[in-house]
């Protein structure tokens, strides 16, 4: 096949009827085509050869070209593309390295093997344009509902014709009953859109929380105006679901627009997701009212939160509490999910019984360090102290307050739990020279014997053992995987050590050691307390 005269325009002709096929700019499939018959044309002419086509935009003419550069004596390797100065200036006045010298070469013939290699090099270009261009098309709606039509299932997942692309729908982000056929029209998530070698993968989800929420903005127009705004949203796709909304407008219930008139709104979103039940419930900046408005319908008697733990402990009466965890845990675990808590959910009776075994395990305590009788360590249970340092160093005028205690009693109880401590603190520092811990971490400000031995029965017997370690490791944590979140045991935790005086303490120890300097350490925090200005500053400004 010769590039003539004849087919000069059939070349524009076929790439205007590729491009608008295919829905790409014609420019593109030039370009491919350009590319392919330089190729050609290097398989006539020799591959060393830097052979390039410009096929004319108006005219279809293609014009094939050699080129060849001016390069350096010593960097002089391919006398095909490049010559050196000195040859260059047969061809070129003033010849500089760099420049390229362009002559029109006569065009190729091309055999069956050569045409059919620049078809698929075509075909090539035009996938890869496409691609690009459904990727740019979809990027950008990731995020948000998209309307389909079923093309066909495969090994459970669905394939969804979303117009200029195929989305799919994989098995777990459908809800569990549906069922689909070809043909049949499909709403449905945009999860991701990623660029992959095979072109550009949408991943579509029915189960996604997003899906839900995006649904009410649909169906709720305060919810599209920002007037409310949803806060959080569980699900147990095509079971039961809670969705969490605030108002910023005084006088617009979010619960009533949200559920409409006569349910109209939430229904219509219950309809879409084949007829899963959806609770709504008003978002609460205080996290135990917002737990107790979670845990509908069931009623809640008390609420005991721990931040730190981010766990959370909730009393309710005997005869609530299958309605409190619901069929099979569903109501207290999307309670959970809300709420970014664990919820521990006990009876009054089980309180009320664990109250009773604190107090006797905290009576016997005293008791037996002490040297009480039952009715007095019982009233120093009752009068809020649970351990000894609280006997030992807190106020004398705060054991006064205790029926029967006078001065003298008071200081003689100060003087019993403090022989008891240091009795303790000695054989606790004993025990970890024993394990061989070294002065230098015995030495350290804000370390007890207790933790010290603590420590050493944990390895960390050296101020750089102990500089190496990270916060975690000390005051504890939880890590989440896989959605379940898992406790992290800390060495300092049972001393009710925080992350915070974890952090404070490392960096201590790193900085005597050398190994953080304070002045950088300051500097760097003066950087990140100017950010936050910073931004205050321009979220003011906006």
Known sequence: MAITSANQLELLQTAEAVAREKMIDPGLVIEAMEESLARAAKSRYGAEMDIRVSIDRKTGRATFTRVRTVVEDEEFENYQSEFTVAQAKQYMADPQIGDTFVEEVPPVEMGRIAAQSAKQVILQKVREAERDRQYEEFKDRAGTIINGLVKREEYGNVIVDVGAGEGILRRN???????????????????????????????????????MAELFKMEVPEIYDGIIEIKAVARDPGSRAKIAVISYDGSIDPVGACVGMRGSRVQAVVNELQGEKIDIIPWNEDQPTFLVNALQPAEVSKVVLDEEAERIEVVVPEEQLSLAIGRRGQNVRLASQLTGLDID????????????????????????????????????????????????????????????????????????????????????????????????????????????????????????????????????????????????????????????????????????????????????EEEVSDESEEEVTTEAGA
Request: net charge negative.
């Open 173 to 211: 982000e459908k809800i569990g009953r549906e069922s689909y056929r070809p043909n049949d029209r499909i709403r449905c998530y945009v999860k991701d859109v990623r660029r992959e070698p095979r072109g550009p993968q949408i991943f579509l989800s029915r189960t996604a929380p997003e899906f």
């Open 345 to 524: 959910i006990m009876t009054e009776e089980e309180e009320s019984a664990r109250r009773q075994a604190e107090f006797e395990q905290r009576t016997k305590l005293f008791m037996d360090t002490l040297d009480l009788d039952e009715f007095f360590a019982q009233l120093l249970v009752s009068e809020g102290f649970t351990n000894l340092e609280e006997v030992a160093y807190v106020e004398l005028d705060e054991l006064l307050v205790i029926d029967g205690v006078d001065e003298d009693t008071a200081a003689e109880l100060q003087a019993r739990a403090a022989e008891y401590l240091d009795a303790q603190n000695k054989a606790a520092l004993e025990n970890a020279r024993t394990l061989g811990v070294e002065d230098s971490l015995v030495e350290f400000e804000g370390l007890t014997p207790q933790m010290i031995e603590a420590l050493a029965k944990d390895g960390v017997k050296t101020l750089e053992d102990f500089a190496t370690c990270a916060d975690w490791e000390l005051a504890g944590g939880w890590t989440t995987v896989d959605g379940e979140r898992t406790k992290d045991d800390g060495i300092l935790e049972p001393f009710e050590v925080s992350l915070e005086e974890a952090q404070n303490m490392v960096m201590t120890a790193r900085i005597q050691l050398g190994w953080v300097d304070p002045a950088e350490l300051k500097s760097e």
